[in-house]
């Protein structure tokens, strides 16, 4: 498990990170009830066009303040709208904004189907 | 405050909220731009009057909050905590208000006298918000006032707020309530606003920061208070507390807080009556970031761009050179005149300083039109859009997707110029990408290095120009991708690097003051920098070409054949009624100063009235010369101008032999020289050494150096690439030595001005000497494998270069393509010793 969280921060993963809920560290849990049912979707598992409901982020820092600041909080709901051509990175619609991440940051947001 | 002391105003806001604009449209024309200490971030300041007072405007860097995580967050902070700014504007898009107000409830939380100015209320509008602004003042507890920045709507309003707002002693109280934080949050304020070292910080703000685990408030506790380490422990364990009985940390409580005030009083005070409507800009991007469509919609603008600017710029430098050659003419004539062999020190110099700029300005047309396509495409918001489809092939060789404005501006189609590339940078929010970017910005073709292309093609390649062409512009590009992709794994592993997250602007169409003022704005910048480096440049080059100077014996040759050469002249015009005019030798300099000054004026002038303006000027100014200067009708008048005519030829060829001579043996030819033992493997002898050392000046300097190097033969006029074919063959010189001079040319150093912008983007030295020495390096490196290797092969130029250009590009293929067994081999090795 080491192995792995290492060769994540080297930037060596794969692009597509599949939540398996295990080896990472630690997330919060939002205050809805949205989340009690355990669903390790993330936002990279999203289609263009469905909508989601934010759960919980998950790494530290910056990455997390960022998505933060820009509205990434638990409870609200997140629209996938496009891939860039060449599949990375994602645009999402949050609220009246349009927010274009790598699908890497994307892998830090928890979400459940709406 | 003393009456007369300006007031400070700060502006804060969000990266698109329209800070720069409102910032204009206080300060109009008075404004400055320096850095903050320290660091690379803009600092735009400025000022207005109003009422008898001065109000000191600074524009603050973009910040969504005020976390100690980003470089401008820290800036923005670091400016109101130690400056305390009188009122802080807090900028906001008024169709974009819940993200914005989060900062809001920050900066009043700091204890700052804050007006809202909500701009973008146009926008608002058309995207169907009502808002409610009493209603929003009346929460917020402060002036909020609707502006349209980019119309100048609400400026009176605004200007009225701020002055009021810094005449009142109120100071709003913070209205956010922290749910279940809010005990501990009261509990440290009340102890932070018992200690007399920190009565100057606002106590309810660094509690919160505080419980946030923000390092910069830790860190300002630990300078003020002589043992902060009660209060850090006690903040500790309430945080952990917190967390233990939450399932939440205290810092991602207090984000929630915020993000759910604002959405509380949004609800209150908007009405969207177009909800679920798509608005007008998702539905252009359902076009222009189309799968499909989106490459095809990129690659159009990129050559619209090539077109307009460089192409088309081009074609307005031809419109503007006349006044540039003026202004040399001007200065030729204003400096002591020259002499028959030597020129006066001051007069070569001053003439070598204008060629310099002229170098310079003859690219502003280019640069104008460039920056001003540019500042469109920033201001529609189509820029982020080219980010966002970019972002993946560039990120996978280290770089950003905000690099793209960067090497379009360097001059990815042969043709552009680093140096306002290397200033683009400065958007890029990633510090790894960004010096990366930076480091291979100047691999670009940029337009100074067509020249040499041009020439050493037409001599090797005449056959296949259009291919050399192609493989070099486009060689470029895949040297920077792997360079870049190599620095960022190597020296550059451990810089700061920053996730790509950036938000879609709404599109806007840009407005012509904006437009023209950004482009202006620019040039204004690269003319200033940059012409003030050049100058001291070409002083020292100067000073390296002229010294020691021609050795004593050729200067004895030299005088004894321009001796020779007058004799003839006035043997030539013997019975010549003429020859009365220039008896006096001091005559026959004034004479053919005279016959330069109008030939360079002739060939500026345009049409032939000016010309025949200029003969009557001579006719008046020097009636005797006219015979000698303008071609005549009888006899004496033909050999008089014949006569002059052989010894000008006669002067010009004596002129360019001492310039070789001296060039020979001045300092800069010794370096040449003594580099011949490194430069031998690349087959580059101390001709071309001076070149390049010459063009590190100024690229174009390449060219006209080896013109004078190369020099001709009495009374031949053939082209400076026969001469230089004829020669460089007789010395046994091949295409392939020209692949590797060009491959080396491509791969060289940015010239001095760039390195210049990159002591400035970086704020490094070690930077400045990296982006020197590397390059320097590596193009020596592939010159010399180049040359070693095809000639041991014994491969023809056009071979060579195609070799170089395939092996180049699969290179590329190999680093970019997607490797999904080096994750597995990597893991697999390091996984061994564990077991």
Redesign the interface.
């Known amino acids: 498990m080491m192995n792995r969280a290492f060769f994540q921060a080297m930037g060596l993963g794969r692009g597509r990170c599949r939540g398996d809920g295990k080896g990472r560290r630690k997330g919060y849990r939002c205050h809805e009830a949205c989340c009690k049912g355990r669903d390790d979707t993330n936002l990279n598992d999203i289609a263009p066009g469905e909508a989601c409901t934010i759960c919980r982020l998950h790494g530290r820092g910056s990455v997390r303040q960022r998505l933060l600041d820009l509205g990434f909080q638990p409870g609200r709901e997140v629209k996938m709208v496009r891939n860039a051509p060449l599949h990375d990175p994602i645009e999402l619609q949050l609220g009246d904004s349009f927010i274009v991440l790598r699908r890497r940051e994307a892998a830090h947001i928890e979400v459940t189907h709406a | 405050m003393p009456e007369g002391a300006p007031w400070l105003v700060a502006l804060a806001g969000q990266q698109n909220a329209g800070k720069s604009t409102l910032f204009n449209m206080l300060t109009g024309l008075q404004q400055h731009i320096a850095n903050y200490p320290g660091v690379t971030v803009d600092k735009k300041s400025g000022s207005y009057p109003a009422d008898g007072q001065r109000y000191e405007v600074v524009d603050l860097p973009g910040c969504?909050?005020l976390?100690a995580?980003?470089l401008e967050e820290r800036v923005a902070r670091a400016f109101l905590l130690e400056d305390r700014p009188d009122v802080v504007v807090n900028v906001i898009d008024a169709?974009?208000l819940?993200?914005s107000l989060?900062l809001t409830f920050q900066l009043l939380e700091m204890g700052f006298k804050v007006v809202i100015a909500l701009n973008m209320m146009d926008a608002a509008e058309r995207?169907g918000l009502e808002i409610d602004i009493a209603h929003l003042e009346r929460r917020l507890c402060v002036p909020v006032i609707p502006v349209v920045g980019r119309k100048g709507k609400g400026e009176a309003e605004l200007r009225a707020a701020i002055a009021k707002a810094a005449t009142t002693d109120h100071v709003t109280p913070a209205t956010l309530n922290y749910g279940a934080l809010e005990e501990d949050v009261a509990r440290f304020q009340g102890k932070l606003a018992a200690e007399p070292a920190l009565q100057d910080v606002s106590a309810r703000w660094l509690s919160v920061k505080l419980l946030e685990s923000d390092s910069e408030a830790e860190a300002l506790l630990g300078t003020r208070l002589p043992n902060p380490h009660g209060i850090l422990d006690e903040v500790y364990t309430a945080r952990k507390t917190f967390e233990k009985r939450h399932?939440?940390?205290s810092g991602?409580h207090v984000?929630?807080c915020r993000?759910r005030h604002a959405a509380a009083i949004i609800e209150a005070s908007i009405t969207d009556t177009k909800a679920g409507q798509v608005?007008v800009?998702?539905r252009i991007?359902r076009v222009l970031?189309n799968?499909?469509a989106?490459?095809i919609f990129l690659m159009a603008t990129v050559w619209a761009i090539y077109q307009l600017s460089i192409v088309q710029g081009y074609e307005l430098t031809k419109v503007t050179w006349p006044f540039l050659a003026g202004f040399r003419n001007f200065a030729a004539g204003i400096l002591p005149d020259a002499g028959f062999l030597t020129d006066p020190q001051i007069r070569s110099l001053g003439l070598w300083i204008v060629d310099s700029i002229n170098t310079l300005l003859n690219y502003v047309p280019i640069f104008l039109i460039l920056f001003a396509l540019i500042a469109i495409l920033e201001d529609s918001g189509y820029m982020?859009r080219i980010?966002?489809?970019l972002?993946?092939?560039l990120?996978r060789f280290g770089l950003h997707?905000q690099s793209t404005l960067p090497f379009i501006l360097a001059g990815v189609f042969a043709g552009g110029c680093a140096v306002p590339g290397v200033m683009a940078t400065k958007g890029i929010p990633d510090a790894r990408a960004r010096l990366a970017t930076i480091l291979t910005v100047p691999f670009m073709n940029c337009m100074a290095k067509i020249p040499l292309y041009t020439l050493l093609i037409n001599i090797y390649f005449p056959e296949t120009k259009g291919l050399m062409l192609f493989y070099l512009s486009t060689i470029t590009v895949v040297v920077a991708m792997l360079v870049a992709k190599l620095l960022t794994s190597s020296v550059l592993r451990n810089e700061e690097t920053?996730?790509?997250?950036?938000?879609?602007p709404s599109y806007h169409l840009p407005t012509i003051p904006g437009v023209l003022r950004r482009s202006f704005d620019r040039t204004w910048l690269y003319i200033k920098k940059v012409g003030t480096v050049v100058v001291a440049i070409a002083v020292v080059i100067y000073v390296l070409l002229q010294f020691p100077g021609v050795p004593a014996a050729r200067q004895v040759a030299y005088h004894a054949e321009a001796e020779a050469a007058i004799a003839q002249f006035y043997e030539a015009l013997e019975g010549n009624p003429h020859r009365l005019a220039v008896e006096d030798p001091a005559r026959l300099i004034d004479l053919i100063n005279v016959q330069s000054a109008y030939r360079a004026a002739r060939l500026n002038a345009g049409g032939k009235e000016a010309v025949q303006a200029m003969d009557a000027d001579l006719a008046e100014a020097h009636p005797d010369f006219v015979p000698f200067v303008l071609r005549g009708r009888d006899a004496d008048a033909k050999a008089a101008n014949q006569a002059l005519r052989t010894l000008t030829n006669q002067r010009t060829t004596l002129r360019r032999e001492m310039r070789s001579d001296r060039i020979e043996a001045s300092f800069l030819g010794h370096i040449g020289r003594g580099l011949e033992p490194v430069t031998q493997f690349a087959d580059f002898d101390w001709k071309i050494n001076i070149a390049l050392l010459a063009s590190f000046a100024a690229r174009e300097s390449a060219v006209s150096t080896l013109g004078v190097l190369f020099d001709q033969d009495d009374g031949e006029n053939r082209s400076l690439e026969d001469r230089m074919g004829a020669q460089q063959s007789s010395e046994g010189r091949t295409a392939v030595s020209a692949v590797a001079l060009m491959l080396f040319f491509a791969l060289y150093p940015p010239c001095l001005a760039t390195v210049i912008m990159v002591r400035v983007q970086t704020a490094s030295t070690g930077w400045m000497m990296f982006s020197i020495i590397f390059p320097t390096l590596l193009g020596l490196t592939v010159a010399s494998a180049v040359y070693s290797g095809a000639t041991a092969l014994g491969l023809t130029g056009l071979q060579t270069m195609s070799t170089v250009w395939f092996a180049a590009l699969g290179l590329l293929l190999v680093v970019a393509l997607?490797k999904?067994w080096?994750?597995d081999l990597?893991?697999g090795r390091?996984?061994e010793p564990a077991q």
């Open positions: 969504y909050s976390a995580f980003s169709t974009n819940r993200r989060p995207r399932g939440l940390s991602d984000s929630y993000d608005p800009s998702e991007d970031l799968r499909f989106a490459p982020a980010a966002f489809i972002d993946r092939i990120h997707g920053a996730p790509f997250v950036m938000e879609l997607p999904p080096l994750p990597l893991a390091s996984r």
